[in-house]
């Protein structure tokens, strides 16, 4: 035998061992569909903006592992769509943190303007008050 | 073909396989995402405010060190590291969110009690502003009983003042009336002023020659003499007695004691106290006329009687 035909023949049998091993996958379905969800989720809170890279990555991710379940690779769509789903998760509590942090800020800046206001306020009347 | 290539394929697949499981019992990224998590655990924002996510992370994270003590696919063990860094991400992101939110709570709770303090202020102020006003009202309207009772012991004074000079005038009046009253006694008695007092002189007509016995008309100066000593009490009367120089001195001596004597008697009849009447008997001695002739004599004979001031003086010769 050549070997040019041994080599094929062992590239086609260890394929077939590894496909084999693998090939025990169901279809991720579920982990799609929540992966799907939790993107759309992360959408509407605005992640796309205020967390724009970790959404990328969710998007991404999800759009390859559409691909795999449409080539029947369900390992690799399973893998991506876990992927999928904690990047969108990460992206949607940046988000929300972003949010809450401004909300802080803004309402800190607004107390210290009120107390500054309050004080010369207090300062005006306290001349001509008693002491 | 088949059996005469099972072995070596066999023995390929088998290295494959083989080969697929040969990686080192290290991770690079599974260890990054174990620093994570411990960077994670040490920050109390995240430790506290984040537990439930921290959880999650550390059960990835045991995932993953059981995938990488299996000996599998150095994909699968960074696939599973690559959960679990996300997730301790995830924590932190969530004790970020759950600080924000605690500080907008203390903020809102700041500023409430900074605008409370605030109107407390305001209020305090305004209570102080007040009870000065009160304290001003109040001053005032002391000021203002005081000016009106003032105003009343002024007008009590002047009504007490007016009433006074009101008796003044009375006793002004009252007085006149009596300094007339006794002018016109004194000017009917024909009393004159003398630097001794006023003295009324009785005549010669009024006593009968060489006697003492008053005649009518001696009596009714001796009546208008004793009712002005009635009327004031507390002036005395001397009375003396003078005759010209007729006759010897002992005979005039005792004749102008007698009628000086008649006259008190005469008064004392009329209710006059006697400690109030003294007598005098001058005889010829000072005589107001010359003695050598007839009018003069006559007129030498007389009765002086000098009447006291108000306090019952009178002047000796």
Do not use: W
């Not at chain 2, 080969?19 to 690079?28: D, K, Q, Y």
């Not at chain 2, 260890?31 to 996510?53: F, K, L, S």
């Not at chain 2, 959960?83 to 809102?108: H, W």
């Amino acid at each position: 035998m050549d070997i040019s035909c041994k080599r094929r023949l062992a590239l086609i049998g260890a394929a077939s061992i590894l496909l084999a091993a693998c090939a025990s996958t169901p279809p991720p379905t579920a982990q799609v569909a929540v992966s799907t969800a939790a993107v759309a989720h992360a959408t509407a809170a605005g992640a796309p903006a205020l967390a724009p890279m970790e959404m990328r990555s969710a998007r991404d991710k999800l759009d390859r592992a559409n691909a795999a379940m449409a080539s029947k690779d369900y390992d690799r769509a399973l893998t991506l769509a876990q992927e999928a789903q904690v990047d969108a998760q990460l992206a949607e509590a940046k988000a929300e943190s972003n949010k809450a942090g401004k909300a802080a800020a803004e309402l800190q800046e607004a107390s210290r303007v009120l107390s500054e206001e309050m004080a010369r306020k207090s300062q005006a009347p306290g001349r001509q008050a008693p002491k | 073909m088949k059996t005469r290539h099972l072995l070596p394929m066999t023995m390929l697949a088998l290295a494959v396989v083989a080969g697929c499981s040969s990686v080192p019992l290290n991770n690079a990224n599974l260890d990054a995402a174990h620093n994570d998590y411990r960077v994670a655990q040490n920050n109390p924002q995240t430790r506290d405010g984040a537990p439930v996510e921290m959880k999650q992370a550390a059960d990835a994270l045991a995932l993953a060190d059981a995938s990488l003590a299996r000996r599998d696919r150095m994909a699968e063990v960074d696939h599973l590291a690559y959960l679990a860094k996300s997730r301790v991400a995830l924590a932190q992101e969530v004790g970020r969110q759950k600080a924000a939110e605690v500080a907008v709570t203390e903020a809102n709770a700041a500023r409430d009690k900074a605008r409370l303090a605030a109107r407390t202020d305001e209020a305090d102020a305004a209570q102080r502003n007040a009870a000065s006003s009160q304290r001003q009202a109040d001053a005032s309207q002391a000021q203002s009983e005081a000016s009106q009772r003032q105003a009343a012991n002024a007008r009590q004074q002047t009504a007490a003042a007016q009433q006074q000079a009101a008796m003044s005038q009375q006793q002004t009046n009252d007085a006149n009336v009596r300094a007339m009253q006794l002018e016109e006694q004194l000017k009917e008695m024909n009393a004159k002023k003398t630097d001794r007092g006023m003295v009324v002189t009785m005549g010669d007509v009024l006593f009968d020659t060489n006697r003492a016995e008053l005649k009518s008309g001696g009596l009714r100066n001796v009546e208008k003499l004793g009712g002005f000593l009635k009327q004031y009490p507390q002036r005395k009367a001397l009375i003396e007695g003078f005759t010209d120089s007729t006759g010897s001195d002992g005979t005039n001596q005792a004749l102008s004691g007698r009628r000086a004597d008649a006259v008190r008697t005469a008064l004392v009849g009329m209710g006059v106290g006697s400690e109030r009447l003294a007598t005098h008997a001058y005889g010829e001695a000072y005589p107001i006329a010359g003695n050598d002739s007839a009018d003069g004599r006559q007129l030498n004979r007389r009765v002086e009687i000098v009447l006291s001031d108000d306090s019952g003086n009178i002047l000796p010769r």
